[in-house]
């Protein structure tokens, strides 16, 4: 592993990475000694395929921290990668040991305003799915949720409502966010938004039926 190691030939997306990794599997998921990943390495150097075959071949952990408690999302340089990481499954809204989420931290150093602008856009959308399964998990007893597969064309707009989207980001801005309080006002938020949607679709449906 000192002859050939795999954090340099990550960097550098070398050819001879792949082979090396697939005679020791276990490398793919190995950490330096400050926790620094050949996740974040691919995703830093944007090396987008490398990062999928990662994931996906090797099944390392997307979501994989370094010593600062950081995933790869937090060294994206490109909106690209920040992409390809979301749909792998990494957790935008984890927070490092400084207790910033990737957007936030990049935002406070004012690096990569192509990334935070990304972030910045898809960040109530992923609250909102991750708040809504959540939701229909703890639904009270009595109060049926039906939703299908969910998608972002159908279930959840990619473009959020612009209310909707505000109201989202004023409670991810309150200090108790994180906070039994602030996760239940947002439960009840989404709560009300797959209520409002419901009761538009009955009426669509009523609509079209008549």
Do not use: C
Not at 33 to 38: P, V
Not at 108 to 131: G, H, M, Q, R
Not at 140 to 147: D, F, L, N, Q, R
């Amino acid at each position: 592993m000192a002859s050939q190691n795999p954090f340099l030939l990550a960097a550098d997306n070398h050819p001879a990475l792949l082979p090396l990794l697939r005679e020791n599997p276990a490398w793919a998921s190995a950490q330096d000694e400050h926790g620094y990943s050949l996740v974040h390495a691919a995703a830093s150097y944007n090396h987008l395929d490398l990062l999928r075959t990662l994931i996906q071949e090797f099944k390392v952990d997307v979501s994989i921290k370094d010593e600062d408690d950081e995933t790869a999302l937090f060294v994206v340089e490109t909106p690209e990668a920040a992409q390809a990481l979301i749909e792998l499954g990494v957790d935008v809204n984890h927070r490092g040991e400084g207790g910033l989420t990737a957007r936030e931290k990049l935002e406070a150093d004012a690096e990569f305003p192509e990334v935070v602008a990304y972030l910045n856009s898809i960040e109530p959308t992923t609250i909102l799915k991750d708040s809504a399964a959540e939701a229909i998990s703890q639904a009270p007893e009595g109060m049926k949720i039906t939703v299908g597969t969910m998608n972002e064309t159908e279930d959840i707009p990619s473009e959020v409502d612009p209310e909707f989207r505000r109201r989202i980001e004023e409670l991810a801005q309150r200090s108790d966010f994180d906070t039994p309080e602030g996760q239940a006002d947002l439960r009840k938020l989404v709560e009300e938004a797959l209520l409002d949607r419901g009761l538009a679709e009955d009426r669509n449906v009523r609509q079209k039926q008549e």
